[in-house]
C-alpha cells in the first residue's frame, strides 16, 4: 500500500485529528466514501459503453492479425 508502514499510518491519521478534530473526522470519512463510489459508478458505466460500442466480432477476436505480430499457433502451425 504506497509503501507505508504502520507507524506512518499511525501519524497520518494523527495529523488530521489534531487538523480537523473528532467532530470533523467522521464527515470526511463519509464524503471520502461517497466520492469513491461515484467515481467507482462513472468507471463501470464508461466500461460499459466501450463493450457496447465495439461490435460483438471486434470482442471475440483472438487472432493478431493487423497487429505487427505473427503467432504460429494462429494460422499456418500445421505443416502437413
Not at 4 to 17: A, D, H, N, Q
Request: overall charge positive; glycine content about 12%.
Amino acid at each position: 500500500m504506497f509503501g507505508l508502514g504502520l507507524p506512518e499510518i499511525i501519524i497520518i491519521l494523527v495529523i488530521f485529528f489534531v487538523l480537523f478534530g473528532a467532530k470533523r473526522l467522521p464527515q470526511i470519512g463519509e464524503g471520502l466514501g461517497k466520492t469513491m463510489k461515484e467515481l467507482r459508478k462513472i468507471r463501470v458505466r464508461k466500461t460499459r459503453r466501450k463493450r457496447k460500442k465495439k461490435p460483438i466480432k471486434e470482442r471475440f477476436e483472438f487472432g493478431f492479425e493487423g497487429r505487427g505480430r505473427k503467432d504460429s499457433r494462429i494460422k499456418g502451425s500445421q505443416t502437413d
